[in-house]
C-alpha cells in the first residue's frame, strides 16, 4: 500500500465515520488506526492557506492623543486584540484544555476516541450533545471563518454542517500539528476564540468582563470564560444567561478536577465565589470617546475622514474602513489634550453649547501640518435637536473642516492674504503705494448691491482706512479699496489660484464654477466672499508660517500595522508651494494686523492691535468681517503654531453674529496660542530681503 495511497483510503473511513457508521469506526484495528497514523492524512504544510499560516486575525485600531497612551477611542467589528501566551495566566490556559479538548497535550490535532464517543452519545440521545473538535480543529474553524479577507459566503462555507467541511478541518489540523509546539497553537486560539458579548480572543475577552489583562485572571474568571466558548451568546452572563454561565464555570471546574490540575477543595471554594463581573466596553467609533471629552469627537470624526481618502488603505472607502476596522493598527494622533481642552475653553466661554452662533476652531503646526486641537461649540451627538435646529446642541456634521453638507463660511479681509501674495509673487514689493480712495470702482462686472453701474465698487470699513497705503499699512487696516486696486493688478485668477495653491478648498458648487470658469473676473474674492474652514484657512495661513512650505493638514503622527511596522501614509505630506522670500515678506506684513512690528517698521495700525502685548511674542494675523458682519474670523500664528477661528451661523447664514464679537475672538486665540506656546522657546520671524520689502526696480520707493 502506498503512502500517497493512505489518505484516500482514511478519508473514505473517516467520512463513513462522521455518517453514522460509528459501528464500523469503532471495530477497525488498533493497528491500522495508530499504524497508518494520521501524519498520512495530513495535507502538506506549504500547501495549507495562507491564513493558516499566517493568520489575519481581525484587531481593533486605536486612535490615541499625541502622547501615545492617551486612548481617544477605538474602530473594530470584533473586539480583539492578540497578547502573547505569556502574558496569559496559566489557570487560564489549564481550563480551556479542561473545557474544550482534555486531551489537547496527548493527541495530534485529531482525538479519534472523541469523535466516536461524541458520535455515540449523539446518536443515543438524538441530538448534539458532545462535540469532537479538538482546540486545533476549532482554532482552525475560527480563522476560516474570520479572515478579513474572505467574502461573507466564503466564511459562511467555512463553518457550514457536512462531512467534506469536517474532513478538509481535520486534515489541516494535522498539517498545523505537524509544524506548530502546543504552545504556539494555544496561543493562537486563546487570540481567536470568541468569548460573547463581543469579545474576540482572551484579552478583549478579560476586560470585558473583568476590567483586567489575561496575566491577572484568577481561577474562578479562567473557568468562567472557558466556560463560555462552547456557548458563547446564550451563556453570556452581562446579556444572556448569568445562571448558565454559573453552570458552565462549575463544569469546568470539575473537569480540572477530573483532570488532575485542581484540588476539591479549591474548585469549591471557586465554584462558592460570585461572579464578580467588571463589566468594561471598548469604545468603537466617535461617538465612543470618553463622556467627560466630547470635544474630542469632532477630532475624531475628521480623522476618519481623512482615513478615508488614503490610498494606501484600499482602492474604496468601503475597503479602507474595513482596513481600519480589521486592520490592529495604533495610531498615534496629533491632538494635543491641553491645547483642545485650551481651546475648548475659550470657545465655550464666548458661545455655550446652546447659542445657535458656532466657533469652529483649529490649530495647525506650521511645517507638519498637524491639527493639534479642533473644537467647537456643540456636543458631538445624533440626539435630536428642538425643532429647527439641524446643528445645535448636537450634530455630527465636521463644521471644523467642512465636508457632508458643510461647505464652509465666508471669511472676510484674511482672503487679502492671498491678493498680497500673488501681488509678491508677480514683483509687487511691501512697498507698493496706492491712495486708496474710501470706494473704488473696478473693471469686474457684477450685480447686485455691491454694484456701481454694473462694475464691482467696494468701500472702506470706515473713512480712516481710506488714503495713501502700502502692503504693510493697508493689510494692517484692512483697506478694501487698496485691496481691489491691487486685485486689478495682479489678476483675481492669479488671486484665487493662490488660495488653491495654499489649500482653499470650494466645497460651494457655486464658488467651485466661478474658480474654474470665472476666476479671471472675480475680483470681490479678495475680500472673502467664498466659503472656508477654520481648518483650511488655519493650513494656507501656517504656509507663511512655514516661510513657503504647505503641508496637507493631518491628524496623525505616527501609524504602526499590528505588526509594529511603520505605515508611510502617517508621514507629514509638504511641500515648497513659495518662494521663501515671498512668505517672508507676507509674514513681515501681517504682523501689522495685531499690534506688532514689521522688520522694516512698515506697521501703522492694526485691526486686532492688543494682541501683541497680550501674548508677549512675535506674532502676526489678520481678521476679518463678512457683508454686513455675517461671519467674524480670526487668524493668528507664530512660526510654531497657527489657531483659526470662524464666528458663524451655520444654520442661518442671514443670522449675523456682530462686530462685537471679534475683539472676544482675538483675546480667546491670543489665550490659546500663549497656553499652547508657554513652554516653547520665543521665536522671531525671519525678516524679507531688502529687494521683497522695497525695490521694484532697484530704486528705493520713497513715502
Known amino acids: 500500500m502506498t503512502r500517497a495511497f493512505l489518505p484516500k483510503i482514511f478519508t473514505v473511513l473517516l467520512a463513513g465515520v462522521l455518517a453514522g457508521l460509528a459501528l464500523a469506526a469503532a471495530a477497525l484495528p488498533a493497528a ?42 477605538s474602530f473594530y467589528q470584533e473586539d480583539r486584540v492578540d497578547v502573547p501566551l505569556r502574558e496569559v495566566a496559566p489557570v487560564m490556559r489549564q481550563a480551556i484544555v479542561a473545557a474544550e479538548d482534555a486531551r489537547f497535550h496527548e493527541h495530534s490535532g485529531v482525538d479519534l476516541r472523541g469523535i466516536v464517543r461524541a458520535f455515540a452519545v449523539n446518536r443515543r440521545d438524538g441530538a448534539t450533545r458532545q462535540g469532537a473538535s479538538t482546540l486545533t480543529m476549532q482554532y482552525v474553524r475560527n480563522v ?59 484579552a478583549a475577552a478579560s476586560k470585558r468582563y473583568f476590567s483586567t489583562s489575561p496575566a491577572k485572571l484568577t481561577l474562578a474568571q479562567s473557568a ?315 493650513g494656507a495661513y501656517a504656509t507663511v508660517a512655514a516661510e513657503g512650505t504647505w503641508c496637507a493638514p493631518t491628524p496623525v503622527t505616527s501609524i504602526t500595522d499590528a505588526d509594529g511596522r511603520r505605515v508611510a501614509a502617517g508621514a507629514p505630506d509638504c511641500r515648497q508651494v513659495l518662494d521663501v522670500d515671498v512668505a517672508r515678506a507676507a509674514a513681515d506684513a501681517a504682523r501689522c494686523p495685531v499690534g506688532d512690528q514689521s522688520m522694516y517698521q512698515g506697521c501703522a495700525g492694526g485691526t486686532a492691535s492688543r494682541l501683541r502685548g497680550q501674548l508677549a511674542r512675535p506674532v502676526a494675523g489678520k481678521t476679518g468681517s463678512s457683508e454686513r458682519y455675517a461671519t467674524e474670523t480670526v487668524v493668528a500664528f507664530t512660526p510654531q503654531l497657527v489657531v483659526a477661528a470662524m464666528a458663524a451661523n451655520p444654520d442661518e447664514p442671514r443670522d449675523a453674529v456682530g462686530r462685537a464679537v471679534q475683539a472676544v475672538m482675538v483675546e480667546g486665540v491670543g489665550e490659546i496660542l500663549g497656553f499652547a506656546l508657554r513652554d516653547e522657546p520665543v521665536r522671531d520671524f525671519v525678516p524679507p530681503s531688502e529687494t521683497t520689502a522695497w525695490r521694484i526696480t532697484g530704486q528705493r520707493t520713497g513715502n
Open 32 to 73: 491500522l488506526v495508530f499504524g497508518i497514523g494520521f501524519s498520512a492524512l495530513a495535507a502538506p504544510y506549504a500547501e495549507l492557506p495562507n491564513t493558516l499560516r499566517t493568520p489575519p486575525t481581525a484587531q481593533r485600531s486605536n486612535l490615541y492623543a499625541n502622547d501615545g497612551t492617551t486612548l481617544i477611542t
Open 144 to 202: 476560516l471563518s474570520t479572515d478579513p479577507r474572505l467574502t461573507e459566503a466564503q466564511r459562511v462555507a467555512a463553518t457550514e454542517v457536512s462531512t467534506a467541511r469536517k474532513i478538509q478541518e481535520i486534515r489541516y489540523a494535522l498539517a498545523l500539528e505537524r509544524e506548530l509546539t502546543k504552545d504556539q497553537i494555544m496561543a493562537r486560539y486563546l487570540n481567536i476564540a470568541y468569548f460573547g458579548a463581543g469579545a474576540y480572543g482572551v
Open 224 to 538: 468562567l470564560l472557558a466556560g463560555l466558548v462552547r456557548s458563547p451568546d446564550s451563556d453570556d452572563p452581562i446579556n444572556g444567561d448569568a445562571d448558565s454561565a454559573t453552570e458552565r464555570r462549575a463544569y469546568v471546574l470539575d473537569r480540572m478536577v477530573e483532570s488532575g490540575q485542581l484540588t476539591p477543595d479549591v474548585a469549591a471554594r471557586a465554584r462558592a465565589e460570585p461572579l464578580n463581573l467588571r463589566p468594561s466596553e471598548t469604545p468603537n467609533d466617535c461617538t465612543a470617546v470618553p463622556e467627560g471629552h466630547n470635544d474630542w469627537a469632532f477630532f475624531c470624526d475628521w480623522f476618519t475622514r481623512w482615513w478615508n481618502d488614503q490610498r494606501a488603505f484600499g482602492g474604496s472607502v468601503d475597503e479602507r474602513q474595513r482596513t481600519l476596522r480589521r486592520g490592529g493598527f495604533t495610531i498615534v494622533s496629533s491632538l494635543d489634550p491641553g491645547v483642545q481642552r485650551a481651546t475648548t475653553e475659550q470657545v465655550r466661554r464666548i458661545y455655550s453649547v446652546e447659542h445657535p452662533h458656532a466657533l469652529p476652531t483649529a490649530v495647525v503646526q506650521p511645517g507638519t501640518g498637524r491639527v493639534v486641537a479642533m473644537s467647537v461649540n456643540r456636543v458631538y451627538s445624533v440626539a435630536a435637536n428642538p425643532s429647527g435646529q439641524q446643528n445645535h446642541p448636537n450634530t455630527v456634521n465636521q463644521l471644523v473642516a467642512g465636508g457632508g453638507t458643510i461647505v464652509g463660511y465666508q471669511a472676510g479681509s484674511t482672503f487679502k492674504l492671498f491678493t498680497m501674495l500673488a501681488a509678491l509673487e508677480a514683483g509687487l514689493p511691501l512697498r507698493t503705494v496706492f491712495d486708496a480712495p474710501p470706494r473704488i470702482v473696478t473693471d469686474y462686472r457684477i450685480s447686485g448691491e455691491a454694484s456701481c453701474g454694473g462694475y464691482w465698487c467696494p468701500q472702506n470699513a470706515s473713512a480712516s482706512a481710506s488714503g495713501v497705503h502700502d502692503m504693510w499699512s493697508a493689510f494692517g487696516n484692512s483697506v478694501n479699496t487698496y485691496f481691489a486696486w491691487l486685485t486689478e493688478r495682479v489678476g483675481a485668477d492669479r488671486v484665487v489660484e493662490m488660495a488653491e495653491r495654499l489649500g482653499i478648498v470650494f466645497r460651494a458648487e457655486d464658488d467651485a464654477q466661478l474658480a474654474r470658469h470665472g476666476a479671471r473676473e472675480w475680483g470681490p474674492f479678495t475680500l472673502g466672499v467664498a466659503a472656508t474652514t477654520p481648518l483650511d484657512l488655519a
